[in-house]
């Protein structure tokens, strides 16, 4: 249901934008966020939009990153400017509609130093 793209390699400084097809129409989805996930480590909430368009971010995001979606074009978006070396990571999209809890396959980030 949910199609991640966008993840590869980019110098510390870097910036990388991200972007999450659906098959769903997404301006009926509640909930629409990014997560990433280091390997031992669990998966941590980086952004989140609502329906109606309000945004939520993780304290080390330090406003480097910006979320946002489209509903012509049923896409989420995650524009990473400035990125860390920290940053590297496996990010997954996700989307919950009523009860249904959906994920993307995940997009690996690699930032080097």
């Known amino acids: 249901q949910l199609q991640a793209s966008g993840g590869g390699v980019a110098q510390a400084d870097g910036s990388l934008r991200l972007s999450c097809t659906t098959s769903?129409?997404?301006?009926?989805?509640?909930?629409m966020a990014w997560y990433r996930q280091v390997p031992g480590n669990p998966r941590e909430l980086v952004a989140a939009?609502?329906?109606?368009?309000?945004?939520r971010y993780a304290d080390f995001v330090e406003g480097r990153f910006t979320v946002s979606k489209d509903n012509v074009v049923n896409t989420l978006y995650l524009q990473m400017n400035n990125l860390k070396p920290e940053d590297t990571a496996v990010y997954y999209c996700?989307?919950?509609?009523?009860?249904?809890?959906?994920w993307g396959q995940g997009t690996l980030v690699t930032v080097s130093s």
């Open positions: 996700n989307a919950l509609l009523g009860a249904d809890n959906y």
């Open positions: 769903i129409a997404i301006d009926g989805i509640n909930w």
């Open positions: 939009i609502i329906k109606n368009g309000r945004t």
